[in-house]
């Protein structure tokens, strides 16, 4: 190879290596700050529900509470629910208030005794368990301890 | 790949855009400092990518400006990083944008035939200003917010069209919440828009001329100096 063309050779590598590694330098930062949401990771807590001596059994009880997190870099305080149902006053089992379809909130319907979504009649039972309609699973259920007389549940992460 | 180049090239003869790009005739005692404009370019793309990254993480209100610029910062994965390269992406690309000007006008090449590219180039250069002046305010701290403030106030000694065009900066009469949606939008929308324009002409010209050759003791200037 004449000296002009390994010259021209060498040049144009060293171009392409320079300015390879400036695009990796500016697409490597730039890549992981892009997909950081994936490994983010949710907070985790547990959230008060109230005394569990004002659970009654029998019927669910929709308990309102109001959840403060960081949502970003701002805090927000968001009023949430949860259907409460316990046989004895000691077990319980907390309901997310969408309905597992497509997420609609859904009520307990005291004549019929079943949780009734009204928007496509979907209906569940005490246990979560689907009766009729589109649902494709059970309703789903919070983590639940009892700590001092008060039940707390823990919000699923990336839930509604 | 080289079937695919092939296939593109019988059809739109993209070998040729190559060779227009990257095989031109370059004159004789050219060096680093006529690489200023390439080095713009290549800024100027660093602060389009950090800036689209910084903007999926940055809210224009007085109320969360400054949370989410430390949300990126303290928060986000590397987001120092980004942020650092778009700041200090900014510095750069002011003093490279000038000292490619002062290059241009110190070498004679803003001279016939090549005067709209000085032209567009100026137009260029006024952008990157502006750039800076409505990048500043963003993270809405106290020296960009005084900044903003001393700069809109200096608009306002402007002759008769003073107080009116210092209201039009700051979207109303004091400085505050519209001042920083105005900013932002002039910095993220209508300022790219019109750099983009401008820079692709810019390319366009000087692909098309070919670049300057440097001023030669005892030659007059030609026509195709």
Redesign the interface.
């Known amino acids: 190879m004449d000296p002009e063309n390994s010259r021209r050779d060498f040049l144009k590598k060293s171009i392409f290596l320079l300015g390879g590694l ?1 695009a990796v330098g ?1 697409a490597v ?2 890549g ?3 997909l ?1 949401p994936l ?2 990771k949710g907070e985790e807590g547990w959230l008060e529900l109230g005394e569990i001596s004002k659970i009654l059994p029998g019927e669910p009880v929709k308990v309102d509470y109001a959840q403060r997190r960081r949502d ?3 805090t927000i305080e968001e009023k949430s629910s949860a259907w409460v149902v316990t046989d004895d006053g000691k077990k319980f089992t907390v309901f997310d208030p969408h309905c597992t379809h497509l997420g609609c909130p859904y009520h307990w319907d005291t004549a019929k005794k079943k949780f009734l979504c009204p928007c496509h009649n979907a209906t569940f039972g005490m246990d979560g368990q689907v009766i009729s309609g589109p649902p494709p699973r059970p309703l789903d259920q919070f983590t639940t301890k009892v700590v001092g007389g008060k039940l707390l549940i823990k919000p699923r992460s990336g839930g509604a | 790949m080289r079937t695919l180049v092939d296939w593109l090239d019988e059809r739109l003869q993209i070998r040729e855009i190559k060779v227009a790009l990257f095989d031109r005739k370059i004159p004789k005692g050219v060096g680093w400092i006529y690489t200023l404009g390439s080095l713009s370019l ?1 800024i100027f793309l ?1 602060q389009s ?2 800036g689209i ?1 910084l903007a ?2 940055y ?1 224009p209100s007085p109320q ?1 400006a400054y ?2 610029v ?2 990126i910062t303290h ?5 120092n ?2 942020r650092g ?1 778009h700041k200090w992406g900014a510095s750069a690309m002011v003093l490279i944008v000038t000292l490619h000007m002062i290059r241009v006008y110190f070498m004679g090449s803003y001279k016939y035939p090549r005067e709209l590219s000085w032209v567009v180039g100026v137009f260029i250069w006024l952008i990157v200003m502006g750039f800076g002046f409505t990048g500043y305010l963003l993270p809405w701290d106290q020296k960009g917010y005084w900044a903003t403030m001393v700069g809109t106030t200096i608009a306002e000694q402007a002759p008769l069209v003073g107080p009116a065009l210092a209201k039009l900066l700051r979207g109303g009469d004091t400085l505050g919440t519209v001042t920083l949606t105005r900013f932002y939008a002039i910095h993220v929308l209508v300022l790219p828009a019109l750099v983009l324009t401008l820079i692709a002409l810019h390319l366009f010209f000087v692909v098309r001329q070919g670049i300057s050759a440097p001023p030669e003791r005892d030659k007059p200037d030609g026509p195709h100096a």
């Open positions: 400036m500016v930062p730039g992981t700050y892009f950081s490994w983010r970003g870099w701002a | 290549g660093l990518v950090t990254l999926m993480n809210s969360f949370e989410s430390s949300y928060q986000v994965t590397l987001g990083i980004v390269l």
